[in-house]
């Protein structure tokens, strides 16, 4: 049975549009046969890597010098094969989320390789997972707003030498809810996020389609400017 990990970096937690996306996904996900254990990293006490001289390399290869929740999260890292990171765009990530893909460090092997182009490491051995993706919420209009995101994600995977299986990403989400009611349009976008999840598990991959019905325009742009930008 497949396991995954999703850990939510949204500082508004349960009530954020992140995790109005995150639930469903991981729903699909339980509906295809996964056990999905889902984390907050503002729950979780995470303190930043301030350890320069990579003592997870060099002095104890594998294992972190900083005793706090991280030593939680790492036994359960190991025994997913699938790593979910979600978390709203924060020019580019919230402070507890970055702390956590810095401490990812001690699960990468110290051994470098120079895989096209790039000096890369892989997870260690003890390390099940295989696929890493990510769940995405912004507040501006276009998709291309989560670029920087996405390319975190994306270098994480390289890194540790394992797929990046694509990005759920929905614009201007705070548009799937009127006067804190889920919208028709609202619904229909969460719906597609279920079915992401499950083709993730079920298929091993996210179709295209299903992708881009969730990150489709709900506003034009010019009403979401009106919006923020009460003086217009
Ligand atoms: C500090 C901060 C920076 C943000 N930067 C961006 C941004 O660069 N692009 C964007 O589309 N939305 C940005 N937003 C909006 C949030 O990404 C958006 O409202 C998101 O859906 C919030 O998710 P949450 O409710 O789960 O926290 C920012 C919000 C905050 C608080």
Request: charged share 30%.
């Amino acid at each position: 049975m497949s396991k995954a990990v999703a850990i939510n970096g949204s500082p508004r937690m349960e009530k954020g549009n992140t995790a109005m996306v995150l639930t469903p996904f991981i729903q699909g996900m339980m509906d295809a046969g996964s056990d999905v254990e889902l984390l907050y990293a503002n729950r979780l006490k995470v303190k930043p890597c301030t350890c320069g001289e990579m003592y997870c390399w060099n002095e104890m290869p594998g294992e972190c010098c900083i005793k706090d929740d991280m030593q939680l999260l790492y036994p359960k890292l190991r025994e997913a094969d699938i790593l979910v990171l979600a978390t709203p765009v924060y020019i580019p990530l919230p402070g507890d989320m970055q702390n956590i893909i810095n401490r990812l460090c001690p699960l990468l092997d110290p051994f470098l390789e120079f895989r096209e182009g790039r000096t890369r490491a892989r997870f260690r051995k003890d390390v099940g997972i295989r696929k890493i993706l990510l769940v995405s919420t912004g507040g501006w209009w276009e998709k291309e707003n989560f670029g920087t995101v996405v390319r975190i994600t994306e270098e994480l995977a390289e890194d540790a030498g394992v797929e990046f299986a694509g990005a759920v990403l929905r614009p201007h989400a705070f548009r799937m809810r009127e006067e804190g009611e889920l919208t028709k349009e609202g619904e229909a976008v969460l719906n597609a996020v279920r079915r992401a999840g499950y083709e993730l598990v079920k298929e091993g991959a996210m179709t295209k389609e299903t992708l881009d019905t969730i990150s489709r325009p709900l506003i034009s742009q010019e009403e979401l400017w009106r919006r923020y930008n009460k003086v217009l």
